[in-house]
């Protein structure tokens, strides 16, 4: 990563501060914690909801990329509304839509096809926050410490599978699945009004690379793409996975609120360490990959003692490149990184689409361990791209 890359600043706002505030952190957290619960809890608790509304793996997987694909076509024109209303009005909005989606398929929802319209609206509210709430990490918060704000963002994505796993016994087991729902909803709600102190609205150009660079805006979205489209596939279908290598529900979800926990631990120290880093973080974010191919074979060998294990370990390499992946993208981008990250946003909202569903199709027509030896290959290819693009950015 170049070095000359400066901070974003807000125009007409003093130079961030050195440590971000707890309050400025906690809403662009709060918001992609909030859109992915509705597909999280979907997820977590599909061996419940399947006998209810006939949920299969391969429905699943339709319903996991129909949230993908609701964010994929609204990502672009939000770009729109964005500069309009502001960061944190966005992330907000995206936090109602998704309290919506949670309530509906608490109290309205009885079919699979329901479902899959249910979970879209949390997918079109993910498209609304993700690039609201990276811009606002680039534009409120000092360079040095972007690599922790981006790693407490997205602790939230591990905090979300946490709080999922934790329904399943605690929640799901003794009220039905439709309580989880609605506990979920009560949760997020409040955050809705938090407001931060900081309220950027547009950024001066201090030094760094041209929002415009083409080349590098494919090298990221198509390597994010193909790297979400594997993590999503875990996401997705671990718990199933789990139950078909003999792993009680209930368990299953005990393993991803574990791997939840040590999910936030280690996505926020790979922030710190990626702000510490001399290296560059797309590099990091490589080797990161390189080490969940490795995971991903190991959950594709089906033992019943290591598939347990390595669901606790895939929380810190599946999942664990995207901090330091967002941190590199909002850097290569400055001062102005709205437009390309949400057109690299698109690219991995497809992505997530084809990864669930192609997923889904090898399960039904081979096998499980089939389709994460094919994840294997997929995140094999990200890292190639994730390689190339570093050496863009380094010219």
Known sequence: ???????????????????????????????????????????????????????????????????????A?????????????????????????????????????HSWVGLVIA??????????????????IGAAVDRRHQGFAFGVKL??????????GIAVPLVAAPLGWRAAFVVAAALILPTVL????????AARRTTGRAPG????????????????????????????????NGIPESTAGLLVALG??????????????????????????????????????????????????AIVIAFVTIWGWSPVYQMASVSAFAPEPDRPLRIVTAMIFVGCIAGPVGFGWIVRTGSF???????AAVTVLAAVLFTVAARVTDR
């Open 369 to 375: 361990g089939a389709a994460w030896f094919a994840a």
């Open 1 to 71: 990563m170049r070095p000359d890359v400066g901070p974003v600043v807000p125009l007409g706002e003093p130079e961030p501060s050195v440590r971000p505030r707890g309050r400025d952190l906690l809403l662009p957290a709060a918001g992609p914690l909030a859109c992915f619960l509705p597909l999280y809890l979907t997820a977590s608790l599909a061996l419940s909801m399947g006998r209810e509304m006939n949920l299969d793996a391969g429905r699943l997987g339709v319903v996991t990329s129909a949230y993908f694909a609701a964010g």
């Open 155 to 164: 602790a939230a994505l591990p905090l979300s599978s946490l709080l999922c």
């Open 260 to 309: 939840g926990i040590v999910g936030v631990v280690s996505r926020i120290s790979l922030g710190v360490r990626a702000d510490r880093a001399r290296r560059g973080p797309l590099l990091i974010a490589r080797n990161i990959l390189l080490a969940s191919v490795v995971t991903f074979a190991v959950l594709g060998l089906g033992s019943t003692s290591t598939f347990a294990v």
């Open 119 to 136: 979970v879209a609206v949390a997918g079109l509210a993910q498209s609304l926050v993700e690039p609201a709430a990276g811009a606002y």
């Open 194 to 201: 938090v407001t931060p102190s900081v309220r950027p609205q």
């Open 213 to 244: 660079d083409v080349t590098l805006v494919l090298l990221l979205g198509i390597g994010a793409g193909l790297a979400f489209a594997a993590a999503n596939s875990f996401s997705a279908f671990v718990v199933s996975s789990a139950g078909a």
């Open 73 to 109: 076509v609204a990502t672009i024109p939000g770009g729109w509304l964005t500069p309009r209303i502001g960061y944190p009005r966005m992330i907000q909005a995206g936090i109602l839509l998704a309290a919506g989606s949670l309530l509906a398929i608490a109290f309205a929802v």
